[in-house]
């Protein structure tokens, strides 16, 4: 796909002068309720509103509005990305492929809040951020499995129902616009409460529930609104010869439903529908490999690197990583886990179209780095025709009107007079064939037309919050980084009552040779734009006289406390411009053992635009 297509623009006034409307006029308006497309349409933005509907030659022209011819051309609302593992890397792609929304559903902590807020008020290009701030998980059968208890570093277990609500009150505090699970490793009474606080905020409930203590069943109980990975349906309508057979399973792939008894899916179906509970089923992630058309895919993400501009800042790993997600299944699996997998992709489908026959809905996402941002949700939808059997309309639905419904975005997901002006214009009609919604000629976000281009130095404007670099998959943004690192240097160096070496003893900081030192936590580790000198606290090991402590490589002001407490201040100028500033602790030559180097691992300090929620004084 070229995004470097003509938008068709026709400027009405004098040239720089400040566009405060946008008149679209002429082609076939698909405004996402499921109608009859209306013909020779004619829809006016002003601000970032749609604020009328009617036929070309109705609507009178603004003084000093942009025109945008659409003649021969197809209009509908910005798509919806109902699963996306939200990335600095992936604003320009969703832009480029008309995805004006994502749903960031596993989140990313204060950096996703940050992330947000700064594209919602213009200074990033990309999509509209939904966040959860942090998803959160159950407490294993026993109760007993803990999280990191250090600040910042995820995930959120809840133990108890009373610590599932006080957790979901902290996130919404936070600015979470809506609450999500992380898993179903825990009894349901865990995850009622996420439910519960969501709903009463007015905001979605969005559940990664996938078992093997709550389920799809528990979860439409609770009236949950969205289940991720189809909240683990297959397991709970095989037969009864093979239920305890998939009792535990809590794999993505489909292969539960190998053994789905067909007489156990209308119960199903009626109980999603009747709580109004939609799926998000993941094809082109947890299906891999089975789609009808999946050499098409293959090609598709072999091709989406093509522009040096993207290429540039995208992340090598994350390129090959792609390629790695789309290879067909005889590479990875034997002819036994083929033959399954094969039937159980085939009941999925027949399942998700009884579903939908009945009243339900499912919606469609791309699950990065599974897909490619932006394309996957395209490619999703084609699933949805190809292997679901649903219509290009209902296709178009599930990427729309459907979406926002099922995520309460109330603002979203329709052309109509009210909504936000997130629009796409086509060049083919896709209500024939999806694959024509691929054929964009100009996107609209927020009452703005969108640049489309890839820019090698879009990065440099974002927080870099979730999976942007080539250190491996994070999609929770780390506060601090390259942890296997660190957690092997601990074991390999760390010595606490070590009383030789040049130590001092236990608890001394004394030392002729230098440990390597590692950085397990900061506080706080974020502080809005604008904060006055703020004194960090950094807590790890191997902490020396002289230990330094750098932001960006530049020094900062350093006090150590302990061998496990370096306290560093950062001033005001820093703190005036917004960034993620990297810190580390330095220690002087020599070092000990020189293969591990003089430096330590990297925390985050994020420090957003004034105007976010983001803040690590908010405790959970």
Not at 311 to 320: C, D, E, G, N, W
Not at 393 to 406: K, V
Not at 424 to 437: E, F, H, M, R, S
């Amino acid at each position: 796909m070229s995004v470097l297509a003509s938008s068709a623009l026709i400027p009405i006034g004098a040239q720089g002068q400040q566009q405060n409307a946008i008149l679209i006029e002429g082609g076939t308006l698909i405004d996402g309720n499921g109608g009859t497309p209306v013909l020779n349409a004619a829809i006016l933005i002003q601000g970032n509103r749609i604020t009328q509907i009617g036929l070309k030659g109705q609507l009178q022209r603004p003084a000093g509005a942009q025109i945008i011819n659409a003649d021969g051309k197809y209009i509908l609302p910005g798509l919806i990305d109902a699963k996306s593992n939200y990335a600095s890397i992936y604003g320009e792609a969703y832009i480029a492929w008309g995805v004006t929304s994502a749903i960031w559903s596993g989140g990313g902590g204060d950096a996703s809040i940050a992330e947000r807020d700064a594209i919602n008020h213009g200074m990033i290009k990309g999509p509209r951020l939904f966040v959860s701030f942090a998803a959160i998980a159950g407490p294993g059968p026993d109760g007993k499995k803990q999280d990191a208890g250090i600040p910042g570093r995820y995930p959120y277990i809840a133990h108890s129902p009373e610590e599932a609500r006080r957790i979901s009150q902290g996130f919404l505090a936070a600015g979470a616009d809506f609450l999500s699970a992380a898993d179903g490793d825990g009894a349901p009474e865990i995850f009622a409460p996420v439910v519960e606080e969501a709903h009463r905020a007015g905001k979605a409930a969005i559940m990664r529930t996938v078992g093997p203590g709550t389920a799809a069943r528990e979860c439409a109980m609770m009236d949950c609104d969205v289940l991720i990975h189809t909240g683990e349906v297959g397991v709970q309508i095989t037969t009864d010869q093979t239920k305890d057979k998939w009792k535990n399973y809590i794999g993505l792939p489909p292969d539960a439903y190998s053994d789905m008894d067909d007489a156990k899916v209308p119960a199903m179906v009626k109980l999603l529908v009747d709580h109004h509970v939609a799926l998000e089923p993941d094809i082109m992630a947890a299906d891999r490999g089975f789609s009808k058309t999946w050499s098409r895919v293959q090609q598709e993400d072999a091709n989406f690197f093509t522009d040096p501009a993207l290429k540039a800042y995208y992340p090598v790993l994350q390129q090959k990583g792609l390629l790695e997600n789309v290879k067909s299944p005889s590479t990875y699996l034997n002819p036994q886990q083929i033959q399954i997998r094969t039937a159980g992709f085939r009941n999925h489908m027949r399942f998700l179209k009884a579903f939908v026959d009945g009243g339900g809905r499912i919606v469609p996402a791309s699950d990065i780095p599974q897909t490619p941002p932006g394309l996957g949700v395209h490619q999703e939808m084609a699933s949805f025709v190809d292997d679901v059997g649903l219509t290009p309309m209902q296709a178009i639905m599930a990427a729309t009107s459907w979406g926002a419904d099922a995520f309460k975005l109330n603002d979203l997901g329709r052309i109509q007079a009210g909504k936000f002006a997130d629009v796409v214009v086509a060049d083919a009609d896709p209500t024939q064939d999806i694959l024509n919604l691929r054929k964009i000629s100009v996107v609209i976000k927020d009452g703005k037309v969108q640049d489309r281009a890839y820019h090698r130095d879009y990065l440099a404007s974002t927080f870099k919050a979730g999976l942007y670099d080539n250190n491996g998959c994070c999609f929770a943004t780390p506060v601090v980084e390259s942890v296997p690192w660190m957690t092997a240097l601990k074991q390999a160096t760390w010595r606490p009552d070590n009383l030789n070496g040049g130590f001092g003893g236990p608890g001394g900081i004394e030392s002729e040779l230098s440990p390597t030192p590692g950085i397990e936590s900061i506080f706080p580790y974020t502080l809005k734009q604008g904060s006055p000198a703020t004194t960090l606290t950094l807590k790890g090991f191997n902490y020396v006289r002289g230990s330094q402590a750098l932001i960006d490589g530049k020094p900062l002001p350093t006090k150590v406390i302990s061998r496990t407490e370096v306290q560093a201040t950062v001033d005001a100028g820093v703190l005036a411009k917004p960034g993620r500033y990297a810190i580390v602790i330095k220690n002087p030559q020599p070092v000990a053992a020189p293969e591990w180097g003089d430096s330590s691992n990297p925390a985050k300090l994020l420090v957003p635009y004034n105007f976010t929620t983001a803040t690590s004084e908010n405790k959970f």
